[in-house]
């Protein structure tokens, strides 16, 4: 008999706010520990300690708006948010400070999250929404530099970028930019040129989140639809749909590949977290915690995989942790879907 889907091993408690974005941050030196960022609609940063699982500071930096990224730079001492003030903010977190020492004006409104590459050492690109609705900025960092304008043509009109993943085929390589947007389009930039190598329509609705596998070169979204898709680049730069995964429940927020490329999170608007093999993109578990959308979910960087944990961020206030590491992870189970009321 198939084994249930596991509970969680515990949930934080005390944003007081719904949970937009979550990030982790796993250092494997002593006498260091991991801990989660989490970002709030409240505008509330809180970095919790996974020993004690309780938060160990709050970083008020945004004015009360929303959250809705987070990353770490140069390890644990330094993080990145961006909030719906229109402002990326870095921190000093290093010695028990909590300052904002540098920040980026996005002039965006929209909800569309940036993305973080290094390119080498001590040196980052940083991609994010542009002052016109339909433009991404990319910056190099620490300097803020301007790498480049991505901007489509006056006739394509995709809308607004929704989502935005920076990524090399090889470190020191040349960066590309994959970016969903609001007409369900999923576009390939080369940043070196500003222009765009492939364009594929891959849903009905807005582009709500998308993550990439550069050693498959192949990538996921989802959309405020009831369909998961996969596509692939192929040697000639081409994105080509690969397959698509049809859902009982509509909406899906954010999605979220494993490091270790075996498994595929989803946070959907059905207040359920979905896991999947990455590889064939079968089903492996439905974890059904949360009382209301789950928001985003993020996997830790832990270096031993049986340590690894999977984080969920939901509009009901609480951020789920849960351990689903499998030497075979077909043996997760998936029950029967069933459509949750609205």
């Known amino acids: 008999m198939a084994l249930p889907p596991p509970d969680p091993q515990f949930v934080l408690r005390g944003t007081s706010a719904e949970v937009h974005t979550l990030h982790f941050y796993c250092g494997d030196q002593e006498p260091d520990y991991p801990i989660l960022f989490s970002g709030s609609s409240n505008g509330l940063i809180h970095v919790w300690n996974l020993k004690t699982r309780r938060v160990d500071t709050i970083l008020d930096g945004h004015g009360g708006k929303s959250v809705y990224w987070l990353e770490a730079i140069y390890g644990r001492d330094r993080l990145l948010s961006q909030g719906r003030n229109q402002q990326i ?16 004006l996005t002039e965006n409104v929209g909800f569309c999250k940036s993305s973080l590459l290094k390119v080498a050492q001590g040196h980052w690109l940083m991609a994010m929404p542009g002052k016109d609705l339909d433009e991404v900025q990319v910056l190099e960092l620490p300097s803020k530099t301007s790498v480049c304008t991505l901007k489509p043509e006056a006739d394509a009109k995709p809308g607004m970028p929704m989502c935005l993943k920076l990524w090399q085929p090889d470190f020191g390589s040349c960066p590309f930019l994959l970016a969903g947007y609001e007409d369900g389009s999923v576009i390939l930039w080369n940043l070196s040129g500003g222009k765009i190598l492939s364009r594929l329509a891959c849903h009905q609705e807005p582009v709500m989140s998308l993550d990439f596998d550069s050693e498959k070169t192949k990538g996921v979204s989802g959309s405020s639809e009831e369909v998961l898709t996969v596509w692939s680049l192929d040697e000639q730069q081409n994105l080509k749909v690969q397959k698509t995964h049809k859902l009982v429940n509509a909406g899906i927020a954010d999605v979220a590949i494993r490091q270790d490329k075996k498994i595929l999170a989803t946070a959907g608007w059905d207040h359920r977290i ?18 209301a959308t789950v ?3 993020s996997f830790s960087d832990h ?34 879907e069933t459509r949750k009321p609205d």
Not at 274 to 291: C, E, M, S, V
Not at 311 to 334: E, F, M, P
């Open 89 to 104: 903010c870095l921190w000093d977190l290093a010695e028990g400070r909590n300052t904002v020492t540098d920040s980026v």
């Open 274 to 291: 979905r896991i999947f093999g990455w590889k064939k993109l079968k089903p492996l578990a439905i974890l059904d915690y949360h009382t």
């Open 295 to 297: 928001h985003c979910v």
């Open 303 to 336: 270096s031993r995989p049986s340590e690894r944990l999977l984080a969920a961020g939901s509009k009901d206030h609480r951020i789920s942790i849960w351990s689903i590491y499998n030497q075979t992870s077909g043996a997760l189970h998936c029950p029967l």
